[in-house]
């Protein structure tokens, strides 16, 4: 584990998926990751690269070619080069290879920078085509939360997640294969606030096109303790908890699952990023605990 603080949190990433693993608040000692218990989901913080969500037929088609990539991509399952540190940074990297090149036909490096300043951690994806052609790629996180923050202090049921702007909510919903519908239904807020429970997530992820927001504040009304979760420029965005498990995924996302009827041409992908020959993108989202 790399392991990063200041005099407000401690941090600790996992190199393999360079994936945060621990956010501790060191003035409430409160744990805000979650602890990636298998018996409900094995992970903690992903990241959702070359792909976000599943292809239809778990495969796609580039220049006349057939590929098949798991749901959400490699990066979470491969090791990250620690490239530069010091106590509030670490910088990782992870780049094309002749394995990635079997199945995703582009070479890029995909470097990941966590930051601390103050009470926020700072996550930078970047992504740069080292290629000779356009490529194509989409990248989300996947961070979950624990809720509720302490034991004893408030249930499930009493935490919400309030938007920074009015939201009228249209969720698209999943397939059984994971597939975008194609057709949206309303998502009814109380006071701009969508509240938390554990029926919410029955039927797979809540899955939305086009917020206004770039922040949710993720609290209870029986606590002072929150944690806000900002982010910016990302179109797609999910909100998921797996079955009957103590805590939230917010998932900002560049790019989204094939839709039921997508024609499996990656050139034709809803969300689908081009990055120029040369050229870099970049993304970031902050969290504040509080």
């Not at 554990?198 to 927001?213: G, N, P, Y």
Request: hydrophobic share 40%; with cysteine.
């Amino acid at each position: 584990m790399i392991f990063l603080e200041n005099d407000s949190l401690k941090v600790w990433i996992k190199p393999k998926g360079a994936e945060l693993r621990s956010l501790v608040n060191k003035k409430t000692g409160i744990e805000h990751i979650w602890d990636a218990d298998p018996v409900f989901w094995g992970k903690s913080s992903p990241v959702l690269f070359p792909i976000v969500g599943g292809l239809k037929d778990s495969s796609y088609v580039y220049e006349g070619k057939s590929y098949t990539l798991p749901r959400h991509g490699f990066a979470r399952d491969n090791m990250f080069e620690q490239v530069s540190r010091d106590k509030n940074h670490a910088t990782f990297k992870f780049s094309s290879s002749d394995e990635t090149l079997k199945v995703y036909p582009f070479h890029f490096d995909f470097y990941i920078t966590y930051q601390l300043e103050g009470a926020s951690l700072s996550v930078l994806y970047k992504v740069v085509n080292i290629g000779k052609e356009k490529m194509l790629f989409s990248l989300g996180a996947h961070p979950a939360f624990a809720v509720p923050f302490e034991k004893g202090e408030a249930a499930y049921d009493d935490y919400s997640l309030a938007f920074d702007e009015d939201e009228n909510l249209k969720r698209w919903p999943l397939s059984a294969e994971g597939l975008i519908k194609t057709q949206p239904s309303d998502l009814s807020l109380e006071e701009g606030k969508l509240n938390l429970t554990k029926e919410l997530f029955e039927e797979d992820a809540l899955v939305f096109k086009s917020l206004k927001s770039e922040s949710i504040l993720l609290k209870s009304d029986k606590s002072e303790n929150y944690l806000k979760f900002t982010f910016k420029d990302f179109p797609f965005f999910g909100i998921w908890a797996a079955k009957n498990a103590n805590f939230v995924c917010l998932e900002p996302w560049c790019g989204i699952a094939d839709s039921v009827d997508h024609n499996q041409d990656l050139s034709q992908k809803e969300g689908i990023n081009e990055l120029a020959a040369g050229q870099s993108f970049e993304r970031s989202w902050a969290v504040e605990v509080g």
